[in-house]
């Protein structure tokens, strides 16, 4: 078998003939590795199904169950629990929490008799042992654990446990025995994944893999990873706090950006029941640029807090910060406060954060960030229980926002007194029954400033 020599990104997993120091698809830098490809025969094919097209309207379809774990967390952001037949790729910082949840997930499917296999590529079948040990996962007797890299064993041993679901961790360590790459090349991450998808497609069993991340926070090896698999969860949150955000990007069975909230502690991932309870529990009173506000995170509805910090500049350009909020969105929000409003923040340096660590991309926070500066630059508290929420457009107009009631209820369940909300909200049949809410609606900003 003739081999040929390729400059593989390790970016994109686009290829060249020779090296370069520029990818010439997606812009990254000495990200070519030469790798060597095996020239396969013309005849040989290495997929296994063979099926036959049919027409649509003859092919029989049914509501498959779903595994639920009972980590309700876990269960809420694959969209009610794991189908059979699908692969879910899990990815965040190291250290994080995945190998932990992985575990988890296996002993609350093992305590309800589905049989597990955990291909550990990374820690010995020792050292997962001593883990499962911790989290009190190590007495079940339907979890199948082995110390395995090699792509063609792996599926052996899948042959031979039929399991009902398979964790691999990591996809990063896994190779194929025909490529001469090195494991975690883009050639090796993308044909694992395919076998292994195509392998669980073909026996209805659930796979997930676990994967590492980029110092960018991507998860590493080619795009089209993400692509191959039916849904894609990652691990948000500081490392060194005690708190994790797992949040799904793609997901074919299910609803995107929903969060599932834990606490890492010595026994494992807990699940936190009430995580605005958790996000507003150390808000400070009688301070300046602290905003509460409502946002939704898939279906469910969560209260942050969002605090703001304005002071001179001390160099000749301005800095404008923000941690978990886009900051050409706040960019575009201290504009309109300048020009609309009047408020003088040339010479000022402005700085945004979202507490707790999570991400808020949610457009009914705009009025709560632009309450949050202009209470630090005026040095005016907002009042302890009034939240704020409201899209804000360029005019400093405040546009309606989406599943009010479910805002509401949170709003209320936290026990909150005050809420501007917009006016054109107003005609929402929820708005109309809430009874323990003063409910405050406001047309521009300027309207919501005069609150404070």
């Known amino acids: 078998m003739k081999t040929k020599t390729l400059f593989v990104c390790q970016s994109c997993g686009s290829q060249a003939p020779r090296w370069a120091g520029r990818c010439s698809e997606c812009g990254s830098w000495n990200s070519y590795v030469e790798e060597q490809v095996a020239k396969k025969s ?8 063979k099926e036959e097209p049919v027409l649509m309207m003859e092919v029989a379809t049914e509501e498959r169950q779903r595994l639920v774990t009972g980590i309700a967390e876990f269960d809420r952001v694959l969209g009610g629990g794991i189908i059979p037949g699908s692969v ?6 190291p250290g994080i929490g995945k190998s932990t949840l992985a575990l988890q997930m296996s002993c609350a499917l ?14 010995s079948i020792q050292q997962a042992k001593m883990r499962a040990d911790r989290l009190s ?3 079940q007797n339907s979890i199948y654990i082995v110390n395995q890299i090699d792509l063609a064993l792996i599926i052996e041993n899948i ?14 360590v896994v190779f194929h025995p025909d490529f001469d790459s090195s494991p975690g090349s883009v050639s090796q991450v993308r044909e694992c994944a395919a076998l292994l998808t195509q392998k669980a497609k073909s026996l209805g069993l659930a796979l997930f893999l676990i994967g590492h991340v980029t ?42 950006n929903e969060i599932g909230v834990f606490e890492m502690t010595s026994a494992g991932l807990t699940e936190v029941k009430n995580p605005s309870q958790i996000f507003l529990s150390e808000r400070p009173k009688n301070s300046s640029g602290s905003v509460v506000v409502p946002v939704m995170e898939g279906t469910r509805s ?33 504009a309109v406060l300048e020009k609309r409003l009047g408020l003088n923040l040339m010479d000022k340096d402005i700085f945004l954060n979202v507490v707790g660590g999570i991400k808020v991309v949610d457009p009914a926070a705009d009025l709560a960030v632009i309450m949050a500066v202009a209470s630090a630059l005026l040095d005016k508290t907002i009042p302890y229980d009034m939240v704020f929420l409201g899209e804000v457009g360029l005019s400093a107009e405040v546009r309606s926002v989406s599943q009010i009631a479910s805002r509401l209820n949170e709003v209320e369940k936290m026990g909150f007194k005050k809420c501007v909300i917009p006016k054109n909200n107003l005609t929402s049949p929820a708005v109309t029954q809430v009874k323990k809410i003063q409910i405050i609606a406001v047309e521009t900003v300027k309207e919501a400033m005069e609150q404070i």
């Open 42 to 49: 013309a005849g040989r094919s290495r997929l296994e199904l």
């Open 137 to 139: 996962a190590g007495s």
């Open 215 to 256: 110092k960018e926070g991507m998860i590493a090896g080619p795009r089209v990873l993400e692509h191959i698999v039916d849904t894609v969860l990652y691990f948000e949150g500081e490392r060194y706090s005690t708190y994790r955000i797992l949040r799904t990007i793609k997901n074919r069975f299910g609803p995107t």
């Open 159 to 172: 042959n031979v446990v039929k399991p009902d679901v398979v964790v691999v961790d990591s996809i990063q």
């Open 88 to 93: 879910t790729l899990i990815g965040g910082d």
């Open 302 to 334: 969560l209260l942050v807090e969002i605090q703001g910090l304005v002071s001179r500049s001390s160099f000749g350009i301005v800095r404008h910060k923000a941690q978990g909020f886009d900051a050409n969105r706040l960019a575009l929000l201290v």
């Open 110 to 123: 093992s305590q309800q008799g589905h049989k597990v296999l955990y291909v550990s590529g990374e820690e």
